[in-house]
């Protein structure tokens, strides 16, 4: 079993920064891969970005390549997203979620809100 949880989120204006956090505990030793979804009202989910658990080799979606970085912690099982030059449309709820192997992504975080306005 792997807890997820994220923080970081926030309101902030156009233009801004902000980094977010997941935090992993429990079996951390068996996940693979850790990714960043988002999800605006009435949109369906997208993927964001995401790195793979024993490498620091991030890779994006070309909606935030540049803007968005992802780096790890690995002594405190921790992935960071960082976001730059933030968009009114980089507005929603965003997820991490893990997982093991080549297995689906089992295990999600509850979600942190970012809310950019114009």
């Known amino acids: 079993q792997v807890d997820l949880v994220e923080s970081g989120g926030g309101l902030v204006q156009a233009g801004d920064s902000l980094r977010l956090s997941c935090t992993a505990s429990?079996?951390?030793?068996?996940?693979?891969?850790v990714h960043w979804f988002r999800q605006a009202p009435g949109k369906a989910r997208e993927f964001v970005g995401g790195?793979?658990?024993?490498?620091?080799?991030?890779y994006y979606a070309d909606s935030v390549k540049g803007r968005f970085t992802i780096s790890k912690d690995n002594a405190n099982n921790t992935v960071f997203l960082q976001m730059t030059s933030l968009k009114p449309e980089d507005t929603g709820l965003y997820l991490c979620?893990?997982?093991?192997?080549?297995?689906?992504?089992?295990?999600w975080g509850q979600g942190t809100q970012v809310t950019v306005s114009s």
């Open positions: 790195t793979f658990w024993s490498s620091d080799t991030p």
């Open positions: 979620a893990a997982k093991q192997g080549d297995g689906p992504f089992r295990y």
């Open positions: 429990g079996r951390t030793f068996t996940l693979s891969a």
